[in-house]
């Protein structure tokens, strides 16, 4: 399986945004799909997962409630709506791929590209 991820710009605070990554290969139906964003510096980390079979999801907190994250099967990809943007939000976003369940970077061996995510009025 190889990602591919696609959607970010630039925005002002308040404004939504799309995000969407795009999976080549099989994904089976335990897999997990996630979203992690990265600032210069500090530690990856975890925004939302779905798990591609049940859609069961679930969010960090600091996005919970703002974003959402989905999965589309037939076109295999997975998308995160962003809502309500903060300057706090801007980061690079990556997707990735998993066979567990997680939050921690550590568990998902395969990662798309970054795309880059400015929030700025």
């Known amino acids: 399986v190889q990602l591919q991820a696609s959607g970010g710009g630039s925005v002002l605070p308040g404004d939504s945004l799309r995000l969407s990554c795009a999976a080549s290969?099989?994904?089976?139906?335990?897999?997990?799909m996630a979203w992690f964003r990265q600032v210069p510096g500090k530690e990856r980390e975890f925004v939302a997962l779905i798990r591609w079979g049940a859609g069961t999801t679930y969010y960090a907190d600091s996005v919970k409630g703002r974003f959402t994250i989905s999965r589309e099967k037939a076109s295999k990809t997975v998308d995160l709506q962003m809502t309500t943007l903060k300057s706090e939000d801007a980061s690079v976003y990556y997707c990735?791929?998993?066979?567990?369940?997680?939050?921690?970077?550590?568990?998902?061996?395969?990662w798309g590209q970054g795309t880059l995510v400015t929030v700025s009025s």
């Open positions: 290969g099989r994904i089976y139906s335990s897999g997990v």
């Open positions: 990735a791929a998993s066979s567990e369940w997680g939050i921690r970077p550590t568990t998902y061996k395969l």
